[in-house]
């Protein structure tokens, strides 16, 4: 997407500054050490970014296909924003975060203005119990707003938030806590979609969205494995793990059996109903 472009750009030149100016300045001490200053690579400096950078496709590119293949908007298919008070542990909050991000990109998708209001207003709390705070922007609210109409605006701004989301915890060291949210937003995107029909092995479009999503499944997974000694992310790279069995009984690019379509679902809702309670 656009804006993934953009913020990443602009992440880029702010590195690229921080680095600059500290090498300039150590610079400017001597002469002598001006001279000798290491050169810095755009190797390095993209490091730096790859570090923070949301390392996964947005959220809106699994909803915009559901959108673009005419699925209609369901209203209880999401999880209930009036739940967002009743996780109480590190681990829940941040994979139902990252589920209400999932959701908010769902209702975006679809224009549905309330459920935009109340999915915001969940995330809100959910990134004040997670000390988040710092990482949205102090007139949010007004944004949401302002902006309740233009689709492509709040697109914009939803982006922001959970890349800005997962780029602060890194930042703080809390990187396990930023796979969890990643690992809600993937939870629920496939929920989404193997839950948006009951005829979903008869939809050519859906089968290709939950294909779609393969790739990012495997490579959250991929992620996950230097922090396999994690207990904090132990039970999601074993999610993760099922998740992934499932799309290896048929290696097909473009075709699922009917009975990993069964499986995948059934599996994919036993995963988030777990988070959900």
Known sequence: MRT????????WVIVSGILASGFYSCGNRSQENKNKSPEISNEKIEQEVEEYIYPLPSTFEVTNMLNEIEAS???DISNDPEKAGSYFTEKSRAINLGIYIADLAYATTYNQSSEVQDYFRAIERLTRELDLTAALPD??????????????????????????AYSFLNKQGRTELSYLVLAGTVFEGLYLTTHISENTFQNPRLIETILFQKKHIRELGQLMEKYRDSELLSETRQDISAINAIYALEEG?????????????????????????
């Open 73 to 75: 908007y369901i209203f």
């Open 253 to 277: 690019t473009t075709s699922m059996t009917k009975e990993q379509v069964a499986k995948l679902t059934e599996t994919i809702n036993e995963i988030r109903n777990k988070h959900l309670e």
């Open 4 to 11: 993934m472009k953009t913020f990443k750009l602009v992440l």
């Open 139 to 164: 007139d949010l609210p007004e944004q949401i707003s302002e902006n309740i109409n233009n689709k492509e605006e709040l697109i914009n701004i939803v982006t922001n938030v959970f890349q800005n």
